[in-house]
């Protein structure tokens, strides 16, 4: 393969940080996906890991974790929440839904705890040492809710070296981020600890015209906090017990109204990102807290290891939000910006939240055999309140509806491999999963009238056996060959949000098969790595949200099948010493396959692209993309150093790309999300050994501003990125 494929179709596989542009090969990146320790290369499924020095390049200026989108291949993350509640979709496999109990086919592990609620996916990312994205099917090792993948995210540990960090920097609309960590022994080879903090501000930045208020809205204000022992008193015995809290006080996601031209998805003539028109707004806030803890005990049999990771988290949520996005009503004048049928105001919370988990898990090697297996057991309790308001009356209450949902879940798994030859590898695994929910709902005052509806109760229950086989061929010492087959799962689901429902809906069992054959290879002296795939999956009985739309409430549906395929490329090259290039690529065909199946468009006047469905109404879906799934995501990294000094100065830039979205299941001129490029530049000088840096660096520099998403029930409004920031950073280590 040419050289050009490989330093332009790669992906973010490590680092492009100055720093390391002194050696000659690329370091090997040792990942966990399969849970225990090993080379990417002979992982036999398409993954990519990030490093968190490359975290902390791309989240600059504040980001949160939807920074990822798009700087990894078949990855996209968005929110209709804003900081909090990220849904994110790997090979075009996602969730629309905003409700608080929404169940995602993309898991998120955080150091080892699998964290179901989707609040709980949007704690910030700091002091991290890897993030790796596993794409595909990953029920034997990660259980239930994986059919799309899984995020892992692993933070720096204790160690009985001392050291840490401090980060300071400071940017447009007041940006502030500061974070830092230390480490290090407490009794020499026997503990050892971690601390590590965070706090991020933005000021207000958005000027509301209708209350003539400048800088009214759009800030937040978060701080997060770890800490970490652990404990070693033989060689044989560690544990590790991890205790983290995590405060956000800022602003829901902005909704614009009326901001897309009808006929097309262009922004209306004079759309300013830094101004809305809202009445509601004053009332706006969001306020989440979470804390958790985990211990990890580790026992070495002497060669079997012994590992049990017990996790509790607990979040509450609460956010209020100008839905309609304007001010007013066409029956309440004065009303705008443009049609406002009627007002919207919504907030949602959580007041009770508790997870437990616990896995034990057992890994050895015998001979040609490496084996894990294991049992697990997830607890999860959640109480959910909706409110709405009438915005005419000055935010009076006038509907409130409430969920309680009990999940119980245990499974049984093992995964194998076997060393054939010194050529051939084959491996696979089993594992069954049992599901239980318990819940219930009712609307108790109604938004437009109507009477309380009564308990409403669904008990969906599941078993399922997800399974892998997987076959590798070592072409070389450099090059392998990989082919896998994978089942995925995802339990039944429940949608309660009764508001302006008077019934719940309930999700079945959906299932996935996917098919995936790749190659990984270190290439040129180890000066260059690639990672490629092609990929076809066919969902069954697929879970699918029926979001907004005239009625203006969300329904869960099977669609009968869904498939998509695909490919990737991932890798990175160090062309000449000081500069590394990296680069990712992806094409992702998605499709619903439902003949018969149809959903309501929207209810604000939008271009339905979809043929009529069979009830009145309705439209029908069948051949569909689905939601928020780019047919391409694309992205480069480039970094140069030049020494100088006992240092260097550096500079690095980072693109992302993906292709044009529809929000909704149904297709629509408006509501669809033109492509997006957002590119950064990082500019300054590191000390020898990093020990201190200082940097410019700047984000979305070409200021390009897209629409992200819409709510489709009354008019067309949206909400966009972020606008371009640039700032400055100092850092030291130590």
């Known amino acids: 393969m040419a050289v050009a494929a490989v330093v332009l179709g790669a992906g973010l596989t490590r680092p492009a940080l100055a720093a390391e542009t002194n050696a000659t090969v690329l370091g090997e990146v040792i990942v966990t996906a399969q849970k225990r320790s090993e080379n990417i290369n002979d992982v036999p499924e398409s993954l990519t890991a990030i490093s968190g020095a490359k975290l902390d390049v791309?989240?600059?200026?504040?980001?949160?974790?939807?920074?990822?989108?798009?700087?990894?291949?078949?990855?996209?993350?968005?929110?209709?929440?804003?900081?909090?509640?990220?849904?994110?979709?790997?090979?075009?496999?996602?969730?629309?839904?905003?409700?608080?109990?929404?169940?995602?086919?993309?898991?998120f592990v955080y150091d080892?705890?699998?964290?179901?609620?989707?609040?709980?996916?949007?704690?910030?990312?700091?002091?991290?040492?890897?993030?790796?994205?596993?794409?595909?099917?990953?029920?034997?090792?990660?259980?239930?809710?994986?059919?799309?993948?899984?995020?892992?995210?692993?933070?720096?540990?204790?160690?009985q070296t001392f050291g840490g960090y401090a980060e300071a920097s400071y940017g447009t609309y007041g940006t502030t981020n500061l974070e830092g960590a230390v480490g290090g022994p407490i009794m020499a080879d026997v503990l050892s600890g971690r601390f590590s903090a965070l706090y991020q501000h933005r000021d207000n930045w958005i000027d509301n015209l209708f209350t003539h208020q400048n800088n009214a809205t759009g800030g937040y204000d978060e701080y997060a906090l770890r800490g970490q022992l652990l404990?070693?008193?033989?060689?044989?015995?560690?544990?590790?017990?991890?205790?983290?809290?995590?405060?956000?006080?800022?602003?829901?996601?902005?909704?614009?109204?009326?901001?897309?031209?009808?006929?097309?998805?262009?922004?209306?003539?004079?759309?300013?990102?830094?101004?809305?028109?809202?009445?509601?707004?004053?009332?706006?806030?969001?306020?989440?807290?979470?804390?958790?803890?985990?211990?990890?005990?580790?026992?070495?049999?002497?060669?079997?290891?012994?590992?049990?990771?017990?996790?509790?988290?607990?979040?509450?949520?609460?956010?209020?939000?100008?839905?309609?996005?304007?001010?007013?009503?066409?029956?309440?004048p004065p009303s705008g910006p443009g049609l406002i049928p009627f007002p919207s105001e919504s907030a949602d919370g959580m007041p009770y939240h508790a997870q437990w988990s616990e896995e034990l898990r057992l890994a050895g090697k015998r001979d040609a055999l490496s084996y894990t297996v294991g049992a697990f057991y997830f607890f999860e309790d959640v109480k959910i309140d909706s409110f709405d308001y009438n915005t005419l009356a000055g935010g009076a209450q006038d509907g409130f509806a409430y969920q309680h949902q009990k999940t119980t879940s245990w499974a049984l798994f093992g995964n194998a491999d076997y060393k054939l030859t010194p050529q051939w590898t084959v491996g696979g695994g089993l594992r069954y999963s049992n599901d239980k929910k318990d819940f219930l709902a009712q609307r108790l005052v109604s938004p437009f009238g109507a009477p309380p509806t009564p308990v409403e109760r669904a008990?969906?229950?599941?078993?399922?056996?997800?399974?892998?086989?997987?076959?590798?061929?070592?072409?070389?010492?450099?090059?392998?060959?990989?082919?896998?087959?994978?089942?995925?799962?995802?339990?039944?689901?429940?949608?309660?949000?009764?508001l302006f429902g008077d019934t719940i809906s309930v999700a079945t069992t959906e299932t996935l098969m996917s098919y995936e054959t790749g190659f990984k290879a270190d290439l040129f002296d180890k000066r260059?790595?690639?990672?490629?795939?092609?990929?076809?999956?066919?969902?069954?009985?697929?879970?699918?949200?029926?979001?907004?739309?005239?009625?203006?409430?969300?329904?869960?549906?099977?669609?009968?099948?869904?498939?998509?395929?695909?490919?990737?490329?991932?890798?990175?090259?160090?062309?000449?010493?000081?500069?590394?290039?990296?680069?990712?690529?992806?094409?992702?065909?998605?499709?619903?396959?439902?003949?018969?199946?149809?959903?309501?468009?929207?209810?604000?006047?939008?271009?339905?692209?979809?043929?009529p469905?069979?009830?009145?109404?309705?439209?029908?879906?069948?051949?569909?993309?689905?939601?928020?799934?780019p047919r391409w995501i694309a992205n480069v990294t480039a970094s140069y150093?030049?020494?100088?000094?006992?240092?260097?100065?550096?500079?690095?830039?980072?693109?992302?790309?993906?292709?044009?979205?529809?929000?909704?299941?149904?297709?629509?001129?408006?509501?669809?999300?033109?492509?997006?490029?957002?590119?950064?530049?990082?500019?300054?000088?590191?000390?020898?050994?990093?020990?201190?840096?200082?940097?410019?660096?700047?984000?979305?520099?070409?200021?390009?501003?897209?629409?992200?998403?819409?709510?489709?029930?009354?008019?067309?409004?949206?909400?966009?990125?972020?606008?371009?920031?640039?700032?400055?950073?100092?850092?030291?280590?130590?």
């Open 613 to 629: 469905g069979v009830l009145p109404g309705t439209v029908n879906i069948n051949g569909n993309d689905l939601p928020n799934a």
């Open 231 to 332: 404990f070693t008193p033989t060689p044989q015995f560690n544990a590790l017990a991890n205790v983290h809290y995590f405060h956000l006080d800022g602003s829901p996601q902005i909704f614009r109204a009326n901001i897309i031209q009808k006929g097309t998805n262009d922004f209306v003539p004079g759309f300013d990102v830094e101004k809305i028109a809202q009445d509601a707004q004053p009332r706006s806030f969001q306020k989440v807290e979470e804390v958790g803890a985990s211990l990890k005990m580790n026992y070495d049999f002497g060669g079997p290891v012994l590992t049990s990771v017990t996790g509790f988290e607990h979040v509450k949520v609460l956010s209020h939000g100008d839905i309609d996005g304007g001010f007013g009503a066409v029956f309440a």
């Open 459 to 498: 008990n969906p229950s599941s078993d399922d056996v997800s399974f892998n086989v997987n076959a590798t061929y070592a072409l070389n010492d450099d090059v392998n060959l990989y082919a896998r087959i994978a089942k995925g799962y995802r339990a039944p689901s429940i949608q309660g949000r009764l």
């Open 112 to 159: 080892d705890v699998v964290l179901e609620n989707p609040i709980l996916k949007g704690v910030p990312l700091f002091d991290i040492d890897q993030v790796e994205v596993l794409r595909g099917p990953q029920g034997t090792l990660f259980g239930r809710n994986t059919p799309a993948g899984v995020l892992k995210f692993d933070s720096v540990k204790p160690s």
């Open 58 to 107: 791309i989240r600059s200026s504040g980001g949160d974790i939807r920074v990822l989108s798009a700087r990894v291949p078949s990855l996209v993350l968005e929110s209709s929440f804003g900081r909090t509640f990220p849904r994110p979709y790997i090979r075009g496999l996602g969730n629309t839904d905003f409700d608080l109990n929404a169940s995602q086919p993309v898991s």
């Open 528 to 611: 260059a790595r690639i990672d490629a795939d092609i990929f076809y999956y066919r969902v069954s009985d697929m879970q699918l949200t029926a979001v907004g739309g005239g009625a203006n409430f969300n329904q869960l549906i099977n669609a009968k099948h869904a498939e998509g395929y695909g490919f990737e490329f991932d890798g990175e090259a160090e062309p000449i010493d000081h500069l590394i290039l990296t680069a990712g690529l992806s094409y992702n065909h998605t499709e619903i396959d439902d003949p018969n199946l149809a959903t309501q468009p929207c209810g604000g006047g939008c271009t339905v692209l979809n043929p």
């Open 641 to 734: 150093s030049i020494p100088y000094g006992d240092g260097e100065f550096f500079a690095f830039t980072d693109w992302a790309y993906r292709s044009s979205v529809d929000f909704f299941l149904y297709r629509s001129t408006e509501f669809t999300g033109q492509y997006l490029l957002e590119g950064g530049l990082r500019l300054g000088y590191r000390a020898a050994a990093g020990k201190w840096e200082v940097a410019v660096f700047g984000r979305n520099i070409t200021n390009r501003i897209q629409l992200e998403g819409g709510i489709d029930f009354d008019n067309l409004t949206g909400f966009v990125n972020d606008p371009r920031t640039f700032g400055v950073e100092v850092k030291t280590k130590f």
